[in-house]
């Protein structure tokens, strides 16, 4: 009688770029034969792709290590936490093995020693897409790892290092095979997508016939021709990204644009050490817009970074005002162990930060809600996530998954609209988080 798979239990925190880890690692298991545990119990070994960005999620990290210790026993840790192996020893002197990030081989080798396979590799019993943790509808695209920038908040250069851009051929087959498996919206990630290829020197590929340079604006380009929603996010406002602007007006990609701006006034962006930190992104803004009035921007800002004064802060809210962005994330600095922004002088009070923080939030309501209003009487096609006592959530060209609002569709049809598919529906109703529509007659 054949014994049993190995099982492997899997646990990912983090960001989308974690998730992308843990499909890769998750798709080579597959392939050789190895189960994907639904519990602690029910798996032989637990591998933890853990996030080291921010204080908290180093505590969320190793909270979930000692968890998988005191219920399976038998863990191995990767991930951005894996770059301080010692901060998880200390606590987790038990962990079978701990790996950094994007250290495929390494944490498949490791759950080889503890775990080996069972079987010969069956490379074919693996969908061509791999093994997706994200509904089977939309997916992240990585493009690149690591960042060539130094902010001062930020060590993630520290963890995963400069940059390194996947050749556009890569890119571009994976984002074929996820289409060909039903991927309806391709969500390209990175640390800074619009510095894509430039560790490569933008060199060209073959691809098909043609030559193609592994340059964001050409990547935007291919992706627009293979058929799903192209997103993309974690672009900075650089001159070269008015080229993407014309495949947004064309409709190849989304009209969206993911900038983390993190502040409005140039003193603090320079203290931050932000890239295009010069560079007068209102007026770039008022470009793309006049260029194209659909454009949805989402953004993040930090408020309380050390030596912002009261000045520096009304600076941001005017930004603000004056920027119109569509959705918007705010965090109250704090410091995080290993960052350069931890040596400046000025910390700012943390009742300061907070009244800073709802004067913010308050602000940009105001703009949001402002924003979705004049969505109302629209005709868009939205894509269906889920369906939710007959009602379908669905998001449309302007909402990221599980970062912007939903559109919820009621009414005749609407809940039996299949899920993973576009329809085009008509908004009927704005709320300060969302969308309320009906289908389209
Ligand atoms: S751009 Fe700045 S914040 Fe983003 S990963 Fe690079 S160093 Fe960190």
């Given at each position: 009688m054949a014994s049993r798979n190995p099982r492997v239990g899997f646990v990912s925190l983090g960001c989308p770029k974690a998730l992308v880890d843990s499909e890769r690692i998750l798709t080579q298991l597959r392939a050789e034969g190895y189960e994907v545990a639904p519990s602690y119990e029910a798996a032989d070994l637990v591998v933890v792709n853990t996030c080291g960005f921010i204080d908290d999620a180093v505590h969320e990290s190793l909270d979930a290590i000692g968890e998988a210790l005191a219920q399976n026993g038998r863990v191995i840790v990767t991930g951005c936490?894996?770059?301080?192996?010692e901060k998880i020893t200390a606590r987790h002197p038990a962990v079978l093995k701990v790996t950094g990030p994007h250290a495929y081989e390494e944490v498949v080798g490791a759950v080889h020693e503890h775990l080996p396979p069972q079987h010969d590799p069956f490379m074919d019993l693996v969908p061509p897409q791999g093994i997706r943790l994200t509904p089977r509808h939309y997916a992240y695209l990585k493009i690149s790892e690591g960042c060539n920038h130094r902010c001062r908040f930020c060590i993630i250069p520290s963890m995963c290092g400069d940059l390194a851009s996947r050749p556009i051929d890569q890119v571009l087959n994976e984002a074929i095979r996820l289409r060909n498996a039903g991927v309806r919206e391709l969500l390209v990630i990175s640390q800074d997508t619009s510095a894509y290829g430039a560790d490569l020197k933008y060199r060209a590929e073959q691809w098909g016939n043609r030559e193609i340079p592994s340059r964001f604006v050409d990547l935007a380009r291919e992706l627009g021709e293979l058929g799903p929603w192209v997103r993309l996010h974690y672009?900075?406002?650089?001159?070269?990204?008015?080229?993407v602007i014309p495949l947004m007006a064309e409709g190849r990609v989304l009209p969206y644009l993911d900038i983390p701006f993190q502040h409005g006034s140039p003193r603090i962006l320079k203290l931050m050490r932000r890239p295009a930190h010069a560079v007068n992104t209102l007026e770039r803004i008022r470009r793309w817009r006049s260029e194209l009035p659909q454009l949805t921007i989402r953004s993040t800002f930090i408020v309380g970074?050390?030596?912002?004064?009261e000045d520096d802060f009304r600076i941001l809210l005017d930004w603000l005002e004056e920027a119109e962005l569509d959705r918007v994330g705010c965090f109250r600095y704090s410091p995080v162990e290993g960052a350069a922004a931890n040596a400046l002088p000025d910390p700012v009070p943390d009742e300061i930060k907070e009244e800073r923080w709802h004067r913010f939030m308050q602000a940009q309501q105001k703009i949001s809600s402002r924003r979705l209003a004049s969505r109302v009487g629209r005709h868009m096609r939205v894509l269906v996530d889920a369906i939710e006592d007959g009602v379908a959530i669905a998001r449309s060209e302007a909402d990221a998954p599980e970062i912007d609002g939903v559109v919820r569709v009621r009414g005749r049809g609407a809940g039996k609209l299949p899920v993973g598919e576009f329809a085009d529906v008509l908004v009927t109703g704005a709320s300060e988080y969302g969308l309320e529509a009906k289908l389209a007659s």
């Open positions: 936490l894996g770059a301080r192996p672009v900075y406002p650089y001159p070269h990204v008015d080229a970074f050390p030596g912002e004064t």
